[in-house]
């Protein structure tokens, strides 16, 4: 035995060296990344920078958020997303513009988006001068950041000849990339296309989900707090594709996606959400497949045996997550 606490003793110094090597490796791995998305973002090529960058923060989600390593990555992350935004405008009319970093006059707003509803207080930012007073009817242009403060909610639709719905509530901040693209920051959203063969894709801090169903499909998006996306399929067959990996999300699944892919799907109460959800009940009109969602749920509920009241909370990794089954009420 004592024999055998010697060599633990003796081994102990080699397994440390050998996590801080290993530890050491990943930390250069990360640093050439970095090297190779900058340099992809001077040359213009922003999506595949994008992409370096993505698989950076995949290295680096063990590591606390405030690891120089991490910081750097994330702010180069926002700063490519930013000129990436930037080099879309260049081949339009803001090209004609002296100053890239002027705000133009609100009167050369352009008008990809309509606001159709609106309650409480919504800011918009960039590109044009700020507006503090969002009311329906008035357009806002790509390029856009909106923010909703808490009480505050806004429903957006796209001028396309197929047009794409966006809704968001209480404390939340988005930018308009292009008619059927969105950057999504913070809080929670719904989102819905009308039309059969189409694609919506968001972005969030850590990944870029492209969403496409062969039928009109709704789905809910909320941002968790490591920058990953909880998706909650609400209408048509989903197939969501990631750099992580690809997925099939049916109303009713919720799934997280993160910078190495997709977690194992899970079934949420549709019927609880219709009645649950603030981006349901708080606009004055209801969304326009309400309809067609209770009738999912309706088929949901046929098909459901046994039902735990809980509550999916945060996102620790593509296989863990926080979900906490309640107590029923005694009667």
């Known amino acids: 035995?004592?024999?055998?606490?010697?060599?633990?003793?003796?081994?102990?110094?080699?397994?440390?060296?050998?996590?801080?090597?290993?530890?050491?490796?990943?930390?250069?791995?990360?640093?050439?990344?970095?090297?190779?998305?900058?340099?992809?973002?001077?040359?213009?090529?922003?999506?595949?920078?994008?992409?370096?960058?993505?698989?950076?923060?995949g290295l680096l989600k063990q590591t606390p958020r405030s690891h120089p390593l991490r910081v750097e990555s994330e702010k180069l992350m926002?700063?490519?997303?930013?000129?990436?935004?930037?080099?879309r405008y260049r081949g339009g009319e803001i090209q004609n513009f002296t100053?890239?970093?002027?705000?133009?006059?609100?009167?050369?707003?352009?008008?990809?988006?309509?606001?159709?509803?609106?309650?409480g207080k919504v800011l918009t930012r960039k590109v044009w001068e700020p507006r503090d007073?969002?009311?329906?009817?008035?357009?806002?242009?790509?390029?856009?950041?909106?923010?909703?403060?808490?009480?505050g909610g806004i429903e957006l639709v796209s001028s396309l000849i197929s047009p794409i719905t966006l809704r968001t509530v209480q404390a939340s901040s988005?930018?308009?990339?292009?008619?059927?693209?969105?950057a999504l920051h913070s809080g929670s959203f719904v989102l819905h296309s009308t039309v059969k063969n189409s694609t919506i894709i968001i972005d969030s801090p850590m990944v870029e989900v492209k969403l496409s169903c062969k039928d009109p499909f709704a789905f809910m998006a909320g941002i968790t707090t490591n920058g990953g996306v909880k998706i909650i399929g609400l209408l048509g067959e989903v197939s969501l594709g990631s750099d992580g990996g690809k997925l099939l999300l049916l109303p009713g699944e919720l799934s997280f996606a993160l910078s190495d892919g997709f977690s194992r799907k899970m079934n949420v109460e549709l019927s609880t959400l219709l009645v649950t959800s603030n981006l349901l009940t708080d606009f004055e009109q209801p969304p326009v497949f309400l309809k067609k969602l209770r009738q999912q749920a309706m088929m949901q509920a046929l098909r459901t045996r046994k039902r735990f009241r809980t509550v999916v909370g945060d996102v620790k990794g593509t296989e863990d997550f926080e979900l906490k089954v309640l107590q029923e009420n005694p009667r």
Do not use: C, W
């Not at 001077?42 to 994008?50: H, T, V």
């Open 174 to 182: 988005f930018d308009l990339i292009s008619p059927n693209h969105f």
């Open 99 to 119: 100053d890239p970093n002027a705000l133009r006059p609100l009167s050369e707003e352009s008008r990809e988006f309509t606001v159709h509803q609106v309650f």
């Open 1 to 57: 035995m004592r024999l055998l606490g010697y060599f633990i003793l003796l081994l102990y110094p080699f397994l440390f060296i050998l996590l801080a090597n290993n530890q050491s490796r990943l930390y250069l791995e990360v640093e050439q990344l970095l090297v190779e998305g900058k340099e992809l973002a001077d040359n213009e090529q922003f999506s595949e920078s994008l992409k370096v960058l993505n698989r950076a923060l």
């Open 78 to 87: 926002r700063v490519t997303k930013g000129r990436f935004l930037v080099a």
């Open 133 to 151: 007073e969002i009311r329906v009817g008035e357009v806002l242009g790509l390029g856009r950041r909106v923010t909703t403060l808490p009480k």
